[in-house]
C-alpha cells in the first residue's frame, strides 16, 4: 500500500514542535515508512511563531523544502488561527489537529471545510504533569491526535520510541500524556 503525508505545524518557540516532529518520524521509520522532518528556523524566540515540516511516506523522500498544501496542519496554540494563517494552502477536507479547549465561533468559521481534531493538550499535559519550566507541553498529546489520524503508527511503536527519548519518570509523564491523547480521541 502507497502511503504518503504532508504535516504542517505551526506553533510558538518554546513548544517542541521540532521534537515533536522527529519524534513522529522516528514512529514512522520503525514501522518501515520513510520520514523526514524540516525545521524553519530563523531569529525565533520562545513565544515567537515558528513552524516545521513533516514528511512521511511508503517510498523514499527527496523533497526537502517547505509544504505548502498539507494534508494535516498541528497548531500548539490556537491563537495563531488569527496571527498567521496555519491554514493557508491546507487542502480542502483536510486535517487541523489543534490544541483547544473550546473553539470560538469565529474559529469555527475559519474550520469548517477542514476535519478538525481539537485537543486540550493543555489539561491533558496538566493531568499528565509533563510541564518543562512549570509551562505545560503540549506536543505529545497532540500526537496523540496525529496518531489516530494517520493510523499506520500503533501505540506500542510510540510508547517505545517515546521511552527510548526520555527515560524514568520524565518517559513516563510523556507516555501517559500521549495515551490520555489518544483515549480522548477515541471517544
Known amino acids: 500500500m502507497t502511503f504518503s503525508m504532508e504535516i504542517r505545524w505551526h506553533g510558538r518557540g ?13 514512529m514512522a521509520m520503525r514501522k518501515g515508512y520513510y520520514g523526514i522532518s524540516i525545521p524553519i528556523f530563523g531569529a525565533e524566540r520562545r513565544g515567537a511563531p515558528t513552524k516545521v515540516y513533516t514528511r512521511i511516506s511508503s517510498r ?51 474550520l469548517s471545510q477542514y ?7 493543555v489539561d491533558i499535559a496538566l493531568k499528565a504533569d509533563l510541564r518543562v519550566g512549570g509551562i505545560p507541553v503540549v506536543t505529545i498529546p497532540l500526537l496523540g491526535g496525529i496518531l489516530k489520524v494517520i493510523g499506520i503508527i500503533d501505540l506500542d511503536t510510540a510508547v517505545s520510541v517515546i521511552r527510548e527519548k526520555w527515560e524514568g519518570e520524565l518517559g513516563e509523564k510523556n507516555v501517559k500524556a500521549l495515551e490520555m491523547a489518544m483515549e480522548v480521541i477515541k471517544a
Open 115 to 121: 476535519n478538525v481534531i481539537p485537543i486540550n493538550a
Open 14 to 26: 518554546g513548544h517542541g514542535i521540532v521534537s515533536a516532529s522527529n519524534l513522529l518520524c522516528e
Open 60 to 110: 523514499p523522500i527527496y523533497k526537502r523544502s517547505e509544504i505548502k498544501n498539507p494534508d494535516m496542519v498541528v497548531i500548539t496554540d490556537a491563537t495563531l488561527l488569527h496571527i498567521v494563517d496555519p491554514l493557508n494552502g491546507l487542502k480542502k477536507g483536510g486535517y487541523v489537529v489543534i490544541n483547544s479547549h473550546r473553539l470560538g465561533e469565529d474559529d469555527m468559521s475559519l
